[in-house]
C-alpha cells in the first residue's frame, strides 16, 4: 500500500514537473523561473494537503529523492522541448490531476475523516499545483474562467468513484486505477470535445 | 463557549461564501469556479489562522457540515442573484469581517498569545479570505489599494475593543457581539462615507 | 546559538519590512497597505518554512516583539522615504534574501532533514518573502522573469557554501556570516553588471 502510494507520488510528482516547466516556457522564463514554477506545480497540491491535514514535515521534505525526480523533469523538458505545442502540456496536466486527487483523498481516508472532505481534498490535491502554476504566470487560473473545458469537475467525479469503489472494498489498486484513469480520461475528452458547465 | 463559536463560525463561512459568488459572478465565472471562489473566502482566513496557530487538521475538515454550508450558500446566490448590485456584496463581506476577525483574535487568546498576536491573528483571518478572493479574480486585493475605504482599519479597531474588554473580564458573548458589531458598522460607515487612510 | 538565530532574524525580518514598504510606496498604497506589505515580506518566507517544517504556531507568533519590530521599521521608511530611488530597496532585499536563505537552512539541518531539503529551504525561506510581495502588487513575481538579474541563484549558491561549510564542522557564526555575506555581494553584483541565466 505504502509501495502504491510513493509510486503514485512519483509519477504524479513527474508529470505535474513537466507540465510547469511547458507552461513557465511559453512565458519566456529562463531556467530558474522554469524550475520554480515547475516544483510549484509538482508540489503545491500535496504540500496543500499535508498542511491542512496537520501531516508535517511535508511530503517532498521526508523524502528528498522527490526533489532530484522534479529537478531532472524540470530541467530535461526546458532544455529538450523544442516546438511549443500544447498537447503534451495537456496530457501530463491531466496525469498529475487524476493521480493528485487519488492521494489526496486516500490519505483524508486514512485519518477518517468524512467523504465529503475526502472528496475535497482530493480536489484540492488535484488542482491547486496547476492553480499556483497560473497564479505565478500572473494570469486568472485556468480552473476558474467561464469558458474553460471541464477541470475540477473531472477530480470531483474521479474522486467519488474511488470513493464509493472504496465503500464497497475493493482493493485500493484497482480503485486507485479506475478513479485516476476516469479523471485523466474525462479531462482529455473535456477539452477534446469542449466540454463547459452551462454558463448562469 | 465552544457552541457560541461554532454557531459564529457557521455565519461567518454563510455570508463569506456568499460575498464569494457574488465577487465570482461579477468576473463571469461558472458555477465551479464560483464555488471554488466561495470556498476560498469562506475558508481561507481561518485555514490560515488554524496553520500559524498549528491547529490541524483545519476547521473545515473537522466538521464536514460547513462545507455543505457553504456549498449550499455558493449555489443558491449564484443562480438566485439576478441583477448584480454591489449592496448585498458588501454587507456580506463586512459581516464576514467582522466574525472572522473575532474568531481569529478568541482562539490567539486560549492559546495565551500576547494581545498584539492577538489583534494580529484577528486581522489575518479578518481580511485573508477576502484577499485569497481578490488575488484568484487576477486583481491587487481590495484591501491594499490607495483609494479604498477602511478596511483592515476596522478590523484592527474592533478586534482592539474586544480584547480591552476581555481584559476587564466581561462576559464573552457581550465582548465579541460589540467587537464584531463595531467592525461591521465601521465598515458599512466608511464604505458610505468614503473613508480613506491620510495618504504620504 | 540560539541567540545568534534570534539576532540574524530580527535583522533580517527589519530588511524585509524595509523592502516591501518601499515596493508598496511605488504602488502608491496607503499606510495599511504598505504595513501588509512589510509583514508579508518579512514573515512570508519564514511562515512557509515552519509551516513546511512543521513548526508552529510560526515564529512571528511566539515573540511577538518580532511584529513590533516590523511595524516600526514599516512606518519609520513610509513616511521618511521622500524620493523613492531603487537603490535601497535592493540592499534591504538582498540582506533579507541572505540572512532568511541562511536561517532556513539552518532550521532545516536542526531538524536532521538532507542537504538537498536544506538548500531547498534555503531558497524558500530566502524568495518567499518578495515572492509574495511582488504577487500582492498584481505583477510577474520579480525572480521568475526571463530577464531577471540572478536571485534565487545567489541564494542558492551562499546556501550551499553554508552547507559545505557545516559538514567540515566550521564554526556555525562563522559559516552563516560568510554563506549570508555571498548570498548579498552576489544579488547586488548581479544587479550591478546585469549578470542573468542564458535564455533556452
Redesign the interface.
Known sequence: MDQLLLFLTYIAVIASAVSGTLE??K???????AI??AFVTAFGGG?MRD????R???FW?ID?WL??AAFISAAIS??RAKGISNTPLIIADAVGLGLFSILGATY?LQ?Q??S??AV??GIVTGIFGG?LRD???????H????N?EL???CSFIGTWIFIIFTWFHINTLIASAIGATAIFILRLLAVRFKM?????
Chains 1, 2, 3 share one sequence.
Open positions: 513557465a516556457r512565458h519566456e522564463m529562463d531556467i530558474v523561473g520554480t514554477i504540500t498542511l491542512l491535514l496537520g508535517t514535515p511535508v521534505i528528498p526533489t532530484v526546458f532544455y483524508a485519518l475523516l468524512s465529503i472532505v475535497l481534498m492553480v497564479l505565478l504566470c500572473n494570469k486568472i487560473p480552473v476558474f474562467r467561464n474553460t477541470y475540477a469537475t463547459t458547465l452551462p454558463a448562469p
